[in-house]
């Protein structure tokens, strides 16, 4: 994509895989995260797509919490689920989606699809309706690489899901966890993604995605390229590790930074860093 028809990519999600959405939400909601109720994707006819997610909103990106509920082996993500649960869908935000799929250029794309999900929640009641296309998939990459426009972007937040016990309020971005001979190569997919190539990796707005070996917490994580780390600024922490400890889950604190190990259940680190908003 070009720099002058790019136009402003953010990063807009991350999709989480989990084995089971109605305890994944109620262990995030244990760590002080607020989440809308759950909702089934549908596709551009209407039908169940297969897969169904809860959301943490937040004012700058939001996490997605999705099990895939389709026959075995029928969803896309059904072979990144098999290798293992956790950060499996990088979603950046797009002005426009067909301008977009027409404008990135070194990424083989799939068409632009019309879905939806229905929003019941008190305040705020409709079909939130968004168009997406994504990067030609195989469970070896990294994730799924999608780029979504939101056309009823009103219906996505409002103050009662942006409230968060533990002070919630952005994406400040993750680690790809890859060889070092793998460096150059998926920093170079991501700027064709829309990113700005940055020291040790790229950014798309305020959130940066960390690309290199780094240093894994455990050595059973899965072989790279995987994601890790998602790191969400936050307002404090002491609750969060609490909670994670009585809930079974190993945390760590440095500095500033709360690291909460959801590897068994959740494929994950997170990373809670105490910062402000601006």
């Known amino acids: 994509m070009s720099d002058e028809s790019r136009g402003t990519v953010t990063l807009d999600h991350v999709g989480l895989l989990v084995p089971d959405l109605t305890r994944a939400a109620e262990d995030f909601a244990a760590l002080g995260f607020t989440l809308t109720p759950r909702a089934a994707h549908l596709d ?8 169904e997610q809860c959301s943490i909103m937040l004012r700058d990106g939001y996490i997605e919490l999705q099990e895939i509920t389709g026959p075995p082996g ?16 990088i979603a950046f935000g ?8 027409r404008d990135i250029t070194g990424l083989p794309l799939s068409p632009v699809m019309d879905w939806s999900r229905p929003v019941r929640r008190p305040a705020v009641e409709g079909e939130a309706r968004f168009s997406f296309f994504v990067a030609d998939y195989d469970p070896a990459d ?8 939101h056309r009823t972007p009103e219906l996505l937040r409002d103050a009662a899901v942006l409230d968060h016990a533990n002070g919630a309020h952005a994406i400040a971005g993750f ?12 920093a170079a997919r991501m700027v064709a993604a829309g990113g700005t190539a940055v020291a040790g990796g790229v950014r798309f707005g305020a959130a940066e995605i960390a690309i290199g070996p780094g240093s894994l917490p455990r050595a059973d994580w899965p072989a790279g390229p995987f994601c890790g ?14 909670a994670a400890r009585s809930r079974g889950f190993a945390v760590e604190t440095h500095g500033d930074a709360t690291c909460l190990d959801l590897f068994d259940p959740y494929g994950i680190r997170l990373v809670l860093e105490i910062n402000d908003p601006a």
């Open 175 to 186: 680690r790809v966890y890859c060889e070092p001979s793998e460096e150059a190569t998926l």
């Open 142 to 149: 990294e994730a799924l690489l999608c780029w979504t426009q």
């Open 229 to 242: 780390d998602l790191r969400i600024s936050v307002g404090e922490t002491g609750a969060a590790a609490t």
């Open 44 to 51: 551009g006819d209407g039908n169940h797509a297969g897969s």
């Open 74 to 89: 029928s969803h896309l993500l059904s072979r990144a689920q098999a290798k293992h649960f956790g950060l499996h869908i």
């Open 94 to 101: 797009v002005a426009d989606a067909r301008v977009a799929a």
